[in-house]
């Protein structure tokens, strides 16, 4: 499966995220902003997992906050606190920020939500409208209140509230592995047989 980086040949070459890391325009065109550059320069990628968070938080809609906050965790181990301690392990893979919507199903799940509803939430975060939102945190906050997972009433909406913004600003995990895995062997491509790569871009240019 291509978003399976564990199924794949060798995506661990060290030319092909060199060049990466430079930002290189050609390799990361249909990324679709054109600050990817910028952020790939200041993330300096060095795992097919690490492309994939970046490739998350540029996708959908741009949150510049969240990449300059993950560039300053990778050099800074004490900033990489979770937004709540019940996501700690959920979000240690990301140093402590929410990049996927899997994550947020997760923490919904640590909750005491079954995976279902999590699920159902989630959804409701990405595609509704602002009156939509608040009705969905009145029906959640029960759940929260219940006291299942231990966290203070007061604490409830404004962890929803968190889960909601990042879901708008967050791919799948599976979809973003799939875009670094495809964008990593244009990379490799480009790095160990520049020929064949600049044929096939001649190639695309000219059938379109």
Known sequence: MLGDSSALPTVNDAAAFELLATGDGEVLRGLGDDRISEYMQAMQPATIEEFAILVSLAYCEVDDETIAEYCLRKRNAAARNPPHPIAQSILMESLGLIVYREQIVDILCATGFSRPAAARICQTFVTSAPDDFRRTILGCEHVFRAGKCGIPGDETVALLELLECRARHVWRRDKAMEKAVTLYWRAYEKAHFP??????????????
């Not at 020929?195 to 379109?208: C, H, L, Q, Y």
Request: net charge negative; aromatic share 14%; glycine share 22%.
């Open 195 to 208: 020929g064949s790569f600049v044929a096939e871009e001649t190639a695309g240019w000219e059938d379109g």
